[in-house]
């Protein structure tokens, strides 16, 4: 029954073998979390974006899931956060500082509120008709000059390759 002795050897195997397994990976993990709801009536944004960036430089994105909550895994250090969704101006959050081992918790109420500006708009009086009478689309004019161009003298082949006229003998 030597097989199931235990000995001080197997017991630090077995621990370092713990400690790569659950290391910095395991439990206490570095996160960013939260909820994104309506500022004005509290529903929950269900899909709404979120960009992790560090510095101006993406690092991660995630969406919310359908009760608004979202978490995303980083490791330490200070984040910019950005938040967009449908019909809502985007929203930044700077300074964000992520901790080892810790989940940060950001909660972020979108709202609506647009400030509108007034343009001014000029409107001037311009009226082109649909069909005008005194224009034929269809007139194809042959002066002298386009004549000396094409290839041929012969009167028979310009009507040839004049579009929309047939020649026959």
């Known amino acids: 029954m030597d097989f199931f002795k235990i000995n001080k050897y197997t017991i630090w195997?077995?621990?370092v073998f713990l400690i790569v397994l659950f290391g910095k990976n395991g439990i206490?993990?570095?996160s960013i979390t939260g909820k994104i709801s309506d500022k004005n009536t509290g529903e929950d944004m269900i899909?709404?974006?979120i960009i992790i960036s560090q510095k101006?430089?993406?690092i991660k994105g995630a969406t919310t899931d359908i009760d608004g909550n979202y978490s995303i895994q980083v490791d330490?250090?200070?984040y910019d956060m950005e938040i967009s969704y449908t019909g809502y101006p985007t929203q930044k959050i700077t300074g964000i500082i992520v901790n080892e081992g810790q989940a940060t918790k950001v909660d972020v109420l979108l709202s609506t509120d647009l400030k509108l500006q007034m343009l001014n708009i000029v409107v001037m009086n311009i009226c082109i008709p649909l069909i005008r009478q005194d224009e034929n689309p269809n007139k194809l004019e042959i002066t002298s000059?386009?004549?000396k161009i094409l290839p041929t003298r012969n009167i028979n082949e310009i009507i040839t390759i004049?579009?929309?006229?047939s020649f026959t003998q």
């Open 47 to 49: 899909f709404a974006n």
């Open 162 to 165: 004049t579009p929309g006229v």
């Open 28 to 30: 206490g993990q570095t």
């Open 145 to 147: 000059e386009k004549i």
């Open 13 to 15: 195997i077995f621990l």
């Open 56 to 58: 101006g430089a993406f």
């Open 76 to 78: 330490s250090g200070k």
